[in-house]
């Protein structure tokens, strides 16, 4: 029998000076301004505690020019969840913004599709544009993992606890994988950047950083199909999320938890209207 879990967000820094250019290809209006949040996620119930993504931290966001509102490890543990004692952490894939701080969970396995792996590890990172998302002392502190025997890697779909699974999507790189995630109110998605917004899924509008397009638009359509509803489908990247679903805790500098796996006050498609 899978076990219900609660699912949190947790809001550790944010790129307001973007453009809709920088977010969809094609799109009908590609100067107005659109803003991106950076999320961990939290997994957890009475018995386990799972970390989804690690974020990246202040030297990360000093190198890219891209500042942090909280360091990931401080959000975790104002949240009451110590890194040093997680056990579980679900690495989605291995851009710099969802595989930093690795280190900072000393006693963790790693659960990563073995695609991604290859892919950051292989020829494609010859190429500056593939390149770029990545960041070579993640790679290795992973690596690193591996040889200490705490990497479990996945082909596909995979469990990683009962009521917690993983799914391959790809599209964005090689080996993106999404979480699922049974809870009280049916199985929750957290797409991670499977898709970044509510409107790539939504609407079919691709990401401009992307290694498969095909990959990519057919992950919009298996994101539905995980889930119990509409709504229970979590963007990786979408300030609406901050909108859709409540806020439990939140400091001065924007920092904050919303709860996902309670019903929303306003289902995402009336926000995009």
């Not at 606890?161 to 957290?190: K, N, Y």
Request: proline share 7%; net charge negative; charged share 20%.
């Amino acid at each position: 029998m899978d076990e219900l879990y609660e699912v949190y967000a947790l809001k550790y820094a944010e790129r307001n000076s973007r453009t809709r250019s920088d977010s969809f290809l094609f799109d009908a209006n590609p100067g107005a301004p659109h803003p991106m949040d950076y999320f961990l996620w939290v997994i957890r119930n009475e018995r386990r505690t799972v970390v989804v993504d690690t974020g990246y931290d202040t030297a990360e966001g000093a190198r890219r020019g891209r500042p942090i509102l909280l360091d990931p490890a401080q959000c975790l543990t104002r949240f009451g969840v110590d890194p040093e004692t997680v056990e579980t952490v679900v690495v989605t894939h291995l851009h710099y913004d969802h595989a930093g701080s690795l280190d900072r969970f000393d006693k963790a396995t790693f659960h990563l599709q073995a695609a991604e792996m290859a892919y950051v590890t292989g020829p494609c990172m010859c190429h500056d544009a593939l390149r770029m998302p990545f960041t070579a002392d993640h790679v290795c502190a992973l690596i690193r993992k591996v040889y200490s025997g705490r990497v479990v890697f996945h082909e596909g779909a995979g469990l990683i606890a009962p009521g917690i699974e993983v799914h391959a999507i790809g599209g964005h790189t090689r080996g993106l994988q999404c979480v699922r995630v049974r809870t009280a109110r049916g199985w929750l998605v957290l797409a991670s950047d499977a898709s970044h917004f509510y409107e790539n899924y939504l609407f079919g509008k691709v990401f401009p950083i992307v290694e498969n397009a095909q990959a990519m638009l057919d992950g919009f359509r298996r994101l539905p199909e995980l889930a119990s509803a509409g709504d229970l489908i979590v963007p990786g990247h979408d300030p609406l999320v901050r909108q859709v679903f409540p806020e439990i805790a939140a400091d001065a500098n924007g920092a904050a938890v919303h709860r996902l796996d309670v019903a929303p006050p306003m289902p995402p498609d009336q926000l995009l209207r």
